[in-house]
């Protein structure tokens, strides 16, 4: 079974500086699809980010974007210049590319979350 | 507007007593879930569904039950048999089983019991 952790329970920036939230995963496949959720207060759950494991390519939207070391099995997130509706909890998820019969592989995996708070 | 609409934001349940929360798209999605979600914690999957009329158990099904009579709808009843129910409970559609596509998830149901 694939595990994802989120070692870092809180994290906190200064408003326009950078931060970078840790999530390491384990699996044994080699085609997968990473994930950063972020849930604001309002508890909603937001897509931030997605990463394709066969793409090389680190995935970028606009000031938020991802180190993903594959041998590793490392999936960084990178926010810039941190605004205060940045603060949230962040997700990392995993999810299996190979979509059989088996629903096992069709779930996603999330990890424990960060707190990320936001100084003003 | 498309989205995923949970009802009702907050819900007590007393003892013995079951309790079912509503979850509805209109995103034409055909997969949908259910997660479970408690302080400290990542979210845990309860039913999952990709097709009307079929449904399957996620890894923390017990003392929950589903149904997926239409494609909008995939209520979740938390019977007397969980024990420990009190929870946050978010509902998600992605288009289909398998896709990489983002998965959509409602505002969320807060259960409590008194």
């Known amino acids: 079974a694939q595990t994802v952790t989120q070692s870092q329970p809180e994290m906190s920036v200064q408003e326009a500086e950078t931060v970078t939230l840790s999530c390491t995963y384990d699996?044994?496949?080699?085609?997968?699809?990473l994930f950063w959720y972020k849930q604001p207060p309002s508890r909603q759950m937001i897509l931030v980010i997605r990463?394709?494991?066969?793409?090389?390519q680190n995935a970028t939207e606009n000031r938020f974007s991802v180190n993903f070391q594959k041998a590793a099995k490392s999936f960084s997130l990178k926010i810039s210049d941190s605004q205060l509706g940045d603060a949230a909890m962040y997700f990392c998820?995993?999810?299996?590319?190979?979509?059989?019969?088996?629903?096992?592989?069709?779930?996603?995996?999330f990890g424990t979350g960060t707190r990320l708070t936001i100084i003003p | 507007d498309g989205g995923i609409t949970q009802s009702p934001k907050y819900l007590f349940r007393k003892e013995g007593q079951n309790v079912t929360l509503s979850c509805e798209q209109n995103?034409?999605?055909?997969?949908m879930y259910w997660y479970r979600q408690d302080p400290g914690q990542g979210l845990r999957l309860i039913y999952y569904?990709?097709?009307?009329?079929?449904?399957q158990k996620g890894d923390i099904a017990e003392g929950y039950s589903v149904s997926r009579e239409k494609k909008e709808s995939f209520p979740l009843t938390v019977t007397s048999a969980q024990k420990n129910p009190t929870a946050f409970y978010l509902c998600?559609?992605?288009?289909?089983?398998?896709?990489?596509?983002?998965?959509?998830f409602g505002s969320g149901t807060q259960l409590s019991v008194l």
């Open positions: 998600a559609s992605s288009i289909s089983r398998g896709s990489n596509e983002k998965l959509f």
């Open positions: 699996t044994s496949e080699s085609d997968y699809y």
């Open positions: 990463q394709e494991a066969y793409k090389q």
């Open positions: 998820a995993y999810r299996s590319a190979y979509s059989g019969s088996n629903f096992g592989n069709e779930k996603l995996t």
């Open positions: 995103l034409n999605h055909d997969a």
């Open positions: 569904s990709h097709i009307v009329n079929d449904f």
